[in-house]
C-alpha cells in the first residue's frame, strides 16, 4: 500500500486511542485505583496518577471519537471498515479500554522499577498503551495492522505523546513537560 494512504488509515485507527490516553490530564483525578495500596516492595500497586475516573473519561472519549468517524467517514475514501458504523463504535470502545488498561500496566511497571508516579519512563510512557490499544482492537482492526502499520503507528505514537506533553505543559494542563 502507498505510504500516504497506510499512514493515513493507520492515523484514522488509532484517533480514539489518543483521545483516551490524553482526556484523563483534564478530566482524570479523584479517588486512586489502587485505592492508596502498597506492594510488598514497599511502592504504590499503581499511584495516585491512575484515578477510576481517569480511565473511565479515557474510555467514553475513544467510544465518542468512534461515534465521530461513524458518522463521518463512511462513504469516503478514508472509511476504513467498509461503511460499518458499528465497527468504528466496537473499536473506539476497544481502543479505549485497551489504552487504559496498558495506561495502568505501565504505571504497574513503573512502580516495580522504583520509578516515582510522574517521572518519565523512556518507552514504557508511549508504548505500553499502544501496544495494548492495538491488542484489543485487532479482532476488528486486523486488516489495517500490517507489521508496516503498527511500525509507522509506535514511531508516530512516540512523537505524538512527545509533542502533546510539551503543549499540554505550556497551556498549564501538566506540571511536567513529558
Ligand atoms: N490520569 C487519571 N487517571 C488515569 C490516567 C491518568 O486521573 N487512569 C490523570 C492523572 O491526573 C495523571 C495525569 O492524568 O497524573 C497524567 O497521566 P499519566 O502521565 O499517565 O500519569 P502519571 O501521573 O505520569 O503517572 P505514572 O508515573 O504512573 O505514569
Ligand atoms: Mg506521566
Redesign the pocket.
Known sequence: MELASLAVRSIIFILPSYFANSV??VL???VP?DGGRKMGDGRRI??????L???FA?VLAAVFIGAAEALVLPGTEFDIYGGSALSYLACGALLGVGT?VG??V??FI??RQG?????P?FLL?QLTFLAFAILFAYPIAWHLLSPQSVLFLAVLTYFVHAGANIVAHRFGL?KVPW
Open positions: 484523563p490530564v482524570g483525578g479523584g485505583i499503581l499511584g495516585s496518577g491512575k484515578t475516573r481517569g480511565f479515557g487504559m495506561d495502568l505501565g504505571s513503573k512502580r520509578i516515582a508516579q510522574g517521572k519512563s510512557d501538566k
